[in-house]
């Protein structure tokens, strides 16, 4: 995520922001240039960026969901027809905000979306809504368990293009038990959205995008009977050997879920590194045979056609990370280990996002 601040005062502000903090400034995300902007609201009712020149600067309308609910910050032009920006067509159903707590969990669920939408707008690749491609579009559900018909749980996960997101997950107490009682190491909406998003590339870009033969010499066959596969790995767990050969625990559960769980950290990868060159992080590590480990990136991960650099800085900062978290008594920030072959995997991830950016 790269840094932002606002062009009234200076003050550094957050990518969730809708008012600068120091200000008072409003603050609107324009996908098309892919920044959080300050906007001036003119006569007509539009949202204009300040021009230093007298200049006819481009229109802007809030989004539905920010004017409406404050649960978005993105703006769409105003000589768009659609009433949603980029990040929030998608939605199919939201939840039902006559239930108390509801438009809070919406807000958190909005907020790790807009991030998982920047990273898809970084990266080039194509999305497409249900409305536009009903059969292979990509759509959204936020669903509570009360809403749901008698004996039929709720349950994230994705299906032929809807990715459906319990807004329990939004409570954090709720989403920490739940953890716990899987065992994960990790759990956040964030990481939901990017692994769910993962198996809707699975379907765009190796199924449809005639990758299935690499696909498999590298991650297996898909082929395997799924239900029997996650059956298994929920009564028996992963194989012994899992972290030699898979990024975590649930990734050795199928092929399908291998790609997922894959997918979902190489959005952290490069979501992070971006950050971490946007503040001029730089790591220096001396190890006791006197290598020494550095993280600088002064790259654009999100646009980088050579994955060697991107997990040559991500190794060393990660160490960092977890180091510093450990000494606020935190657990580790990124808790994965990454060997050779999960590396392997990361790296065509990359050549296949790479391979399927839209030219714009």
């Not at 949202?47 to 481009?58: D, G």
């Not at 239900?227 to 009564?235: F, K, M, N, P, S």
């Not at 991107?310 to 160490?319: A, E, G, K, Q, S």
């Amino acid at each position: 995520m790269r840094t932002f601040s606002c062009q009234v005062c200076g003050q550094p502000v957050y990518f969730e922001n809708s008012q600068c903090t120091h200000c008072g400034a409003t603050l609107g995300f324009l996908p098309e240039r892919q920044r959080l902007c300050a906007l001036e609201q003119h006569g007509d009712g539009l949202w204009r960026v300040p021009q230093p020149q007298p200049a006819a600067p481009r229109a802007y309308r809030k989004c539905a969901n920010y004017a409406q609910h404050d649960v978005c910050n993105w703006m769409v032009p105003a000589d768009s027809a659609e009433a949603f920006c980029a990040a929030c067509r998608p939605n199919q159903i939201i939840p039902n905000l006559a239930r108390p707590g509801n438009l809070d969990k919406w807000y958190r669920i909005e907020r790790s979306k807009r991030r998982l939408a920047y990273g898809l707008l970084r990266l080039g690749l194509p999305v497409h809504t249900k409305a536009e491609d009903p059969a292979g579009g990509l759509g959204f559900a936020f669903l509570a368990p009360e809403d749901a018909n008698p004996g039929e749980p709720v349950l994230t996960g994705h299906a032929q293009g809807l990715i459906t997101i319990n807004i329990d997950e939004a409570d954090a107490p709720t989403r920490e038990r739940m953890r716990l009682d899987m065992d994960e190491k990790y759990r956040t909406l964030l990481g939901h959205f990017r692994h769910e998003i993962g198996h809707y590339y699975w379907d765009l870009l190796i199924r449809d995008g005639g990758r299935l033969d690499e696909f498999r010499a590298l991650f297996g066959d898909e082929q395997r009977d799924y239900g029997q596969a996650l059956d298994a790995h929920y009564a028996n767990g992963p194989p012994a050997d899992w972290q030699d050969r898979f990024v975590s625990a649930y990734a050795a559960s199928h092929p399908w879920e291998d790609w997922s769980e894959t997918f979902a950290h190489y959005l952290h990868i490069v979501d992070t590194l971006e950050t971490s060159e946007h503040f001029g992080v730089q790591i220096e590590q001396r190890l006791p045979d006197g290598s020494v480990q550095r993280s600088d990136p002064d790259f654009d991960p999100y646009t980088m056609d050579d994955f060697r650099p991107i997990i040559d800085n991500w190794l060393p900062l990660t160490f960092a990370l977890n180091s510093l978290s450990r000494s606020m008594g935190q657990p580790d920030l990124y808790p994965f280990v990454l060997s050779a072959p999960v590396i392997e995997k990361l790296g065509y991830v990359h050549r296949v996002v790479r391979e399927s950016r839209v030219r714009g």
